[in-house]
């Protein structure tokens, strides 16, 4: 997420790289059987690959997310629909500062941004509030502490989230990934919170070459962050809520890319992917960025760009049908059970490029759980257990004058 507004790290690179010269027939015709594929994983008509060897106990069972079933056991502390937002509680910037106390009771999950690295390759994560300087209205730590216990009373989820623009979180060793499990516990144990939220972007995640399997990576960035998280899960049990919010480049993009390739194309394409699939257990939900993003190529094998519904609807469906990786219908990537995917949407014009009004907001929510009124893009299927939206950000949402927020709790009034 960036700190400052309508900025990314990797917006222009995106855009350069998913905006390249279009695959050739050749190419195309093996995406159209790939994702014939696909749409067969979804309806359970055909078993997806699983992994071979020890690294099978970190998936699910071949076929066991669909496109069209719900997770029973995920989630089952949230409401049945969901808002998610991240808090800047470490800094301030052009929305202003807002007291976690202040926060309006629409939002179901809490991110604190951020937590951060004290260098790129350490796993030594902290946190600490906003500087008085910066912030004037910041909270001691008691009161903070106070108004996280006041709105878990309420029901509310609070995380720690790790990375955002500024905080590049790169685990290549063993010792980085257990001083990552030991710092993160610190600051959880300290404020009392329910989770985590893994938001790397940048550089922090990319894969080795020749690493081209996401059932069974090899990069140690990528299986040092598999480790840390499951160690995480497995010390705070069932009740460990664990986010994600990868960006588009991370994760749809691996429909046509997946790291370097043949191409010898951006080491980050879809690097997100070998993590979500080996947490898919664990995982409580997965809201991608639909902002700030290049255009993507869906799964009606077109780029889709930002500024309409057509953009979120597209996308989601990727995460829901799931898509074969680089267009290799023997490497697919299974679709996530709906209640454990929300859609990620910046909550105001200066929050993000990509912004859509509330209208477009209704018509993304209506298109993916109801199948109505689509428009250009045929989601391949329905969801009425979408589990909801995340926002960044709840101060940008406050400085809109709660816009988002209120038109989902109207939504789902």
């Not at 790397?200 to 990069?219: I, M, Q, W």
Request: charged share 20%; aromatic share 8%; glycine share 12%.
């Amino acid at each position: 997420m960036a700190r400052s507004p309508t900025s990314s790290t990797l917006e222009a690179v995106v855009a350069r790289s998913s905006t390249g010269p279009r695959p050739g027939r050749r190419r195309l015709s093996r995406l159209r059987t790939a994702g014939a594929a696909f749409l067969l994983v979804g309806a359970g008509l055909l078993t997806a690959p699983a992994a071979a060897g020890a690294a099978d106990t970190h998936h699910a069972p071949a076929g066991s997310a669909t496109a069209s079933s719900a997770d029973p056991a995920a989630g089952a502390a949230l409401p049945e629909h969901a808002l998610v937002g991240y808090l800047h509680a470490g800094f301030a910037n052009g929305s202003g500062y807002t007291r976690l106390a202040d926060v309006s009771d629409s939002w179901d999950v809490i991110d604190l941004a951020f937590g951060e690295p004290t260098t790129a390759t350490s796993g030594d994560i902290r946190f600490s509030l906003c500087p008085r300087t910066e912030c004037p209205d910041v909270e001691t730590n008691e009161e903070f502490k106070a108004a996280i216990k006041a709105k878990q009373a309420q029901g509310k989820k609070v995380l720690i989230s790790i990375g955002g623009q500024n905080g590049q979180v790169r685990l290549t060793t063993p010792q980085a990934r257990d001083t990552f499990v030991s710092s993160v516990s610190a600051i959880i144990d300290e404020y009392g919170l329910d989770g985590l939220d893994i938001d790397f972007e940048g550089h922090s995640l990319s894969l080795d070459e020749g690493d081209t399997d996401f059932e069974n990576p090899t990069t140690p960035v990528i299986v040092n962050l598999i480790s840390a998280v499951k160690s995480l899960k497995a010390k705070y049990g069932a009740d460990f809520t664990l986010t994600m919010a990868p960006e588009t480049f991370f994760v749809q993009l691996g429909y046509q890319r997946y790291g370097s390739g043949q191409w010898g194309g951006d080491p980050r394409a879809g690097a997100y992917l070998p993590v979500i699939h080996a947490l898919r257990d664990e995982l409580t939900l997965l809201h991608v960025q639909n902002y700030n993003s290049g255009p993507i190529m869906g799964l009606d094998d077109t780029y889709h760009q930002m500024g309409s519904a057509d953009f979120p609807i597209a996308m989601t469906d990727m995460l829901l049908a799931g898509f074969p990786v680089q267009g290799d219908a023997g490497k697919v990537f299974p679709g996530l059970p709906p209640n454990k995917v929300a859609i990620g949407l910046p909550a105001s014009p200066q929050a993000g490029n990509g912004h859509i009004a509330p209208s477009e907001v209704d018509t993304t929510l209506d298109c993916l759980t109801e199948g109505t009124g689509c428009g250009s893009y045929e989601p391949h299927g329905s969801w009425p257990a979408l589990r909801g939206l995340m926002a960044w950000s709840i101060n940008w949402d406050r400085f809109n004058g709660w816009e988002l927020s209120r038109n989902f709790d109207q939504h789902y009034g």
